[in-house]
């Protein structure tokens, strides 16, 4: 397991996987994890990718189907941003959003937002952003020498234990949980 993908073994055999950030939060090493993934062959060679869910791959294959974006950049964005980040920064047409993914100049993220927000649901204006609590503590343990892999497992864990609650903690508590979560690894 690397900071953005694993290895799936079936059998001995070892296939690389290119993972979202939701797809990593699932999986842990020697665990058993279930993804959903994607196969695609080009002229480059063939790539696995995997996601949490279908609709994070729904997304990923609206993000592909832009003129310009290749699966290794579709999945850049959806390491860096969550479905629902993805989602509202395109509804707003958040340029600045898609800016803060590596490899994503402005000129790119402004064909994101103009092709996306035509093909992803829109937002009641009420609906609020994501909340940046979770990322802010991710990068927090990025920083104290957690990968990111073990910083998005580590929030995935205290995310399913708490549900809806999970949005209601500040970053110090959030935090709290997470290294706690870590400290049982």
């Known amino acids: 397991m690397t900071e953005t993908s694993v290895i799936l073994d079936v059998n001995g ?4 996987i290119l993972c979202s950030r939701g797809a990593l939060a699932l999986c842990s ?24 869910d279908e609709t994070e791959r729904e997304l990923f294959l609206k993000i592909t189907a832009i003129k310009g974006i290749g ?7 959806l390491g860096v941003l969550s479905a ?5 920064a395109a509804a707003r047409a958040d340029v600045a959003t898609f800016t803060r993914v590596p490899g994503v100049g402005r000129k790119t993220a402004e064909r994101i937002c103009f092709e996306l927000k035509n093909v992803v649901p829109p937002t009641p204006r009420s609906a609020a952003p994501p909340s940046r609590t979770a990322d802010t503590v991710a990068d927090a343990l990025r920083t104290l020498g957690f990968t990111q892999a073990d910083a998005a497992g580590a929030l995935g864990v205290v995310r399913a234990a708490l549900g809806e609650g999970f949005d209601q903690l500040d970053e110090e508590r959030l935090l709290k949980a997470a290294l706690k979560e870590l400290q049982r690894k």
Do not use: C, K, N, W
Not at 40 to 52: M, T
Not at 71 to 77: Q, S
Not at 84 to 88: G, P, Q, T, W
């Open 71 to 77: 699966g290794r950049t579709a999945m850049t964005i």
């Open 84 to 88: 629902e980040e993805v989602i509202h």
């Open 29 to 52: 090493p020697g665990e058993r994890a279930r993804l959903t993934t994607y196969l695609q062959v080009s002229e480059a060679g063939a790539f696995l990718f995997g996601f949490a």
């Open 13 to 16: 055999l070892g296939f690389d």
